[in-house]
């Protein structure tokens, strides 16, 4: 496919244009609609007249933090799906199927239930040296055989050594009851419950690995035409792979650790950008930047009046439409060819 819907700049820019358009209403659908009722005129006077009542109070310190972290953690997981898919040349890629959120988040219950770290600021650390531990595993199991790291070889790696991590993780969640009972709902992957100091915590994270991720957007353009065509254009594929797997670690890294694996959001917001604008990977990113965050917080607000007034966690939500689509991508791609 050598373009996309909008084959144009200014096709694409109205399409973005569009997409932000969709994200401000997400941010509102997410303040507004939870499994309480809280009348649309409770939630304006929470910023315009706050008189501290319950209600609002919910809306300032659960709905409004809850937000934040969508906006964050549905940028990192996207761009994160992204950048594996380009600079592996693999369109199966993505932060949970490769295993790098299970090495985060073996990590990070490793520091919680093992070490007794409590504070994000304390475990978010493990939580990006799990992301590189994965990662390197990956890629060297990965590349084992004559046919080096091919995408079939890589996903299968990662799907074999993340459930491997998950397996080990939940040993420790049954061994170490105080772990267990913390990370109950962050297992999953969950949005609730998160002050905004979560947010705040990781925000410089996700930010970095956005910039990152946007300075090598030109040389995985040049990457995804082959490494020998690349060194001939000037990229330096060493620099370009060691910063994309570096912004990777960031994103996967600060994401799993402030709301826990959240997987698919990578693998489908970055299809849905290619077919709009075509392989430009600078366009992919600005489309995946604004479009994961609507995935994520749609998936949370179905999530909070799919069973009330209990509420289903945005993991379990991503997950049950994220399967169709990763079968779908694989029948398809099956069919097309190796």
């Known amino acids: 496919m050598t373009g996309g819907v909008a084959a144009t700049n200014a096709g694409r820019s109205a399409w973005l244009a569009v997409c932000v358009a969709l994200l401000a209403a997400a941010c509102v659908l997410s303040i507004v609609i939870g499994t309480k009722n809280i009348a649309p005129a409770t939630v304006w006077n929470a910023f315009a007249h706050f008189t501290n009542t319950d209600d609002q109070a919910l809306v300032r310190e659960l709905r409004v933090p809850r937000t934040a972290l969508g906006l964050l953690v549905g940028a990192a997981l996207g761009i994160s799906g992204a950048v594996l898919q380009a600079v592996t040349r693999n369109p199966l890629a993505d932060t949970q199927i490769l295993g790098i959120n299970a090495g985060a988040g073996l990590f990070v219950v490793f520091a919680i239930g093992v070490l007794g770290l409590s504070g994000i600021w304390s475990y978010v650390w ?167 965050p609507i995935l994520l917080l749609a998936a949370d607000v179905v999530g909070r009046v799919v069973i009330r007034p209990a509420e289903l966690q945005v993991g379990i939500v991503t997950a049950f439409v994220g399967a169709p689509v990763l079968i779908w991508l694989i029948r398809r791609r099956t069919v097309s060819g190796p």
């Not at 890294?253 to 950008?273: D, E, K």
Request: charged letters at 10%; proline letters at 4%; a positive charge.
């Open 126 to 292: 493990f939580a990006f040296l799990g992301s590189a531990v994965a990662m390197v595993l990956v890629y060297a199991l990965g590349s084992a055989g004559r046919r080096g790291a091919t995408p079939v070889q890589l996903t299968l790696a990662g799907v074999a050594l993340g459930a491997v991590m998950e397996g080990v993780s939940a040993g420790i969640r049954l061994l170490k009851p105080r772990a267990f009972d913390y990370l109950r709902f962050w297992d999953v992957g969950t949005l609730t419950g998160r002050p905004l100091s979560i947010a705040g915590a990781v925000a410089p994270f996700v930010v970095a690995g956005l910039v990152l991720a946007l300075a090598v957007a030109r040389s995985l353009n040049a990457i995804a035409l082959g490494d020998d065509l690349a060194r001939s254009l000037g990229t330096n594929i060493g620099r370009a792979r060691a910063l994309s797997m570096l912004s990777v670690t960031l994103l996967a890294g600060a994401a799993t650790a402030a709301v826990g694996p959240i997987g698919f959001v990578g693998l489908m917001v970055p299809h849905a950008a290619r077919w709009i604008v075509g392989p430009d990977q600078r366009w992919i990113f600005a489309y995946t930047v604004v479009c994961a």
